[in-house]
């Protein structure tokens, strides 16, 4: 009997050893993995609505509405009344509204996921067998040590893309290794104005709190680099959370420019 639960746990030992291993070596099971500790269920909200504060460099905190449905519909709205600025990115096609102007973005700037929240941004392609994932191994953050990866995923369709230039999605990801959440995204964007010209984009993501099974950050502070002198920081603080709403496809329909 002794030696039966010695080997028994002797061999219970070697398979946990040989999962954390695999996880390590693979990074594909590791992003899996992330993406599970986020959605249990593996299977994304059909819509989300996120509410709360915003503060960007002015220092003076606006509410703020995020709508998002699916991968490749959101809606960022901030302010209110007369000071409202919203931006719709839906499907390839994107535009900001404020002051009773509307204007229309380039598509290699409007393709853009709802990256404040982690499970909408590349990470919701964990099962894509064209996603490139490349464990880039332990990064310290402040005094976390996270795991980071490479996540890119090849455009299918550069051929009908300005100048022909594929528009690949890239971000680095990275992992808390005990909690598997993720605490910071990096990315390069175009700017909107040329394709030439690239931004560096940072998230960081704090205070997870379960909202109907999702692990959803609370904290999010968003950093773009434009040198090393120029940033841009705006801080999201979520105040709710409202899961499968049932979002009104209407609202990711551009209204006609007022005359």
Known sequence: MRNTFFHY????????????????????????????????????????????QLTDPSAVPQPFRITIKGKDRVKYEVGTGAALVTMTLSRGAGWR????????????SAMQRPAVVPFFDLLAEASNSNLQITDRGLFLIGTLTSRRYTLRLPDP??????FRRALDEEIDLYTDPVSLLVVRTERWRMAENSMDVRLRQVAEFSDYRNVTGLAVPFHVVETAVVSSRSQFRTTYDVDNVTVNAGVDDSIFVAKEPRR
Do not use: C, F, K, N
């Open 97 to 108: 509204e404020g002051r009773g102007q509307v204007t229309v973005l380039q598509p290699y």
């Open 9 to 52: 746990a002797i061999a219970t030992m070697i398979g946990i050893a040989v999962t954390s291993d695999a996880l390590a070596q693979d990074p594909r099971l590791g992003i899996e993995a992330v993406l599970a500790r986020l959605v249990p269920t593996r299977i994304l909200p059909d819509d989300m609505v996120l509410t709360g």
């Open 157 to 162: 369709t550069p051929e009908i893309r300005l």
